[in-house]
């Protein structure tokens, strides 16, 4: 028999705190849990999760869904990493098959919702877009099913041994049930590192505890697709988001939760003074959508750059060039940092005016692995090079760089002959970097 709540905010408030219990209490509370969804499922049929998205969003304990807004110079508080230790035993991962306790079509590997890129910020009816950091990290997915937490990646690996210590605080503040979109990032010295990032993905037993000591990981969640069991994918967003504020009230770091706004000059100001701290630019996100899993629903726009560089080979003929492959003057060296995006007929003619054979020596090979000019091109083929006569090129980049190379393609903007390839010096943000 379903227990009786004729205010749908003592029904909602009641369902999650027995689920945070949940986490920790005795077993026999799940029956009252699953008494209190039965409940209102029978009272409010298909939309009884709406209703309760509504009742939490609306309750003097539930934050407001206008996050407090970052500073223009650094992320707040809650993006900073915090550094805690950790046991060997906490690290290790046992033998687990996760699905338990949640809804059909959320057992892992889970399809994750996507973006779709754009040039310039979209216009729409006030109120109805969510501007959020798009951040520089891995895109993961919690599962917290009855027995424990793990994390998934976009393609469905599961990375849950690489992150110890957000496991760890992943079972001590998510209920069972739940199941949660977000990014793992690191924090070194207030900017986002993905290299550090990278790095646990290859570490071993012996080097990982090492890594998680001195580059601790963090969890930025920015949406929520089930809840106490209970598929929350076709809701919309605002009541998605009413949820994960309501959830993530009390949690502290490595947990926290991605700031958002809805106010166009908010979005415009992080856009612009954000870049410094790694984020690359916005992700924006209708209200009223539901999670749309392996859609490019959510527009992406990315902060970029011109930047010179040395074009010092190309893919194909010198006189019909495909791509360029990009050099920067590192420690003394010219090395490769990056490969252009297909060039269109107009500008691979116009860069073919200036391009030249070697007059002597030239310090790249005429054939590098796959790898080498995007460090994750899974193709490790060998990639023949048309070198040429260094040639300072104009560029559009984004935010992402390694420290050694953009991990994403350039655009190329123009030739720019008039400049000396030696002249041409590391830009002050990749220093930072």
């Known amino acids: 028999m379903g227990l009786m709540y004729d205010d749908p905010r003592l029904a909602a408030l009641t369902l999650l705190r027995i689920a945070a219990e949940e986490s920790e209490g005795p077993n026999e509370m799940t029956g009252h849990m699953h008494a209190v969804l039965d409940d209102l499922v029978q009272r409010n049929g298909a939309a009884y999760l709406a209703e309760l998205a509504i009742a939490l969003a609306r309750t003097g304990s539930s934050p407001s869904t206008n996050s407090p807004e970052p500073p223009a ?26 699905g338990a306790g949640l809804p059909a079509g959320l057992t892992p590997p889970v399809k994750v919702a996507l973006a779709r890129a754009v040039t310039k910020m979209p216009r729409a009816q006030p109120g109805t877009l969510l501007y959020e950091p798009k951040w520089d990290g891995y895109r993961c997915i919690i599962i917290r099913d009855n027995d424990r937490a793990t994390l998934w990646s976009r393609q469905g690996k599961e990375l849950t041994r690489y992150f110890p210590e957000l496991i760890q605080a992943l079972e001590a503040a998510v209920p069972p049930g739940c199941v949660i979109d977000g990014e793992a990032v690191i924090w070194t010295n207030g900017r986002l590192d993905f290299t550090s990032l990278q790095q ?68 415009e100001q992080w856009f612009e003074d ?3 701290t790694g984020i690359e630019g916005l992700i924006i996100k209708n209200t009223n959508q539901p999670y749309t899993p392996g859609v490019r629903s959510w527009l992406k726009l990315k902060h970029r750059e011109t930047v010179d560089v040395i074009c010092g080979a190309v893919i194909g003929p010198i006189t019909q060039p495909s791509e360029i492959v990009a050099g920067l003057l590192l420690e003394g060296e010219l090395r490769i940092v990056g490969r252009s995006t297909p060039l269109k007929t107009a500008d691979a003619r116009d860069l073919a005016r200036w391009l030249q054979p070697p007059k002597g020596q030239h310090p790249w090979p005429a054939t590098v692995k796959g790898t080498t000019l995007d460090r994750f091109n899974r193709d490790k083929e060998p990639v023949a090079l048309t070198l040429v006569e260094p040639l300072v090129v104009e560029v559009s980049a984004d935010t992402a760089w390694s420290g050694r190379s953009f991990r994403h393609p350039l655009r190329l903007l123009r030739p720019r002959p008039e400049l000396s390839p030696a002249d041409v010096t590391l830009p002050d943000r990749l220093h930072t970097a």
């Open 73 to 98: 110079t650094a992320p707040p508080n809650c993006w900073t990493p915090s550094r805690s230790t950790h046991s060997k035993a906490s690290m290790a991962t046992a033998e687990h098959s996760p």
């Open 200 to 267: 646990r993905l290859g570490a071993g037993p012996k080097t990982l505890p090492g890594l998680v000591q001195q580059t601790p990981a963090n969890y930025v969640a920015f949406d929520m697709l089930a809840v106490a069991g209970h598929d929350a994918r076709d809701l919309p967003l605002s009541q998605r988001r009413a949820l994960l504020e309501e959830l993530a009230n009390s949690w502290e770091p490595p947990l926290s939760l991605s700031p958002t706004t809805m106010d166009r000059s908010v979005a």
């Open 274 to 276: 954000l870049p410094h």
